[in-house]
């Protein structure tokens, strides 16, 4: 109720601060269903560690389906945006389809470390929900 009172009070109404709910709830909804049949991600824990700010907990991302010589790029939907936001690209698989950084500058890692895993690393409150997906350049192949 409060993210709604919110909005009304950025000068929506009360019918478009609802209509804003509800596009935002079905959209929610409907990422799970967001992969191309026969592509999945798929997120292996590596470990636990304390930090000031709360447990960070580190992932390695495998990806089934997609061809291994494909580059994807990565989104990510924060709780706090209403859709998803590009978040990095140069994303290689290797055999086993887990998630590499192929170090090209302006893409995820190292230049001087191609083929580098990328794994993630997560501070999130306990039940917060992690969106993220993966994609070709094109966007017409998809897994979430």
């Known amino acids: 109720m409060g993210l709604l009172l919110g909005w009304a009070g950025l000068g929506q ?16 909804v409907n990422w799970q269903y967001a992969s191309t049949r026969g592509l ?45 936001q590009a978040s990095l690209s140069g994303i290689t698989l290797n055999a086993e389809g887990r998630t590499l950084c192929d170090g090209k500058p302006g893409d995820c890692g190292d230049p001087s470390k191609p083929g580098d895993s990328m794994d993630m690393d997560v501070l999130a409150a306990p039940g917060e929900p992690l969106r993220y997906g993966l994609a070709t350049a094109d966007g017409k192949q998809r897994a979430t």
């Open 13 to 28: 109404t009360a019918q478009q601060t609802q209509e804003a709910a509800q596009a935002v709830a079905r959209a929610v």
């Open 40 to 84: 999945s991600v798929e997120a292996k824990e590596l470990g636990r560690r304390a930090t000031p700010r709360g447990t960070m907990v580190s992932y390695a991302l495998f990806v089934h389906g997609f061809a291994k010589d494909e580059h994807l790029n990565m989104v990510v939907w924060p709780i706090s945006a209403r859709q998803p």
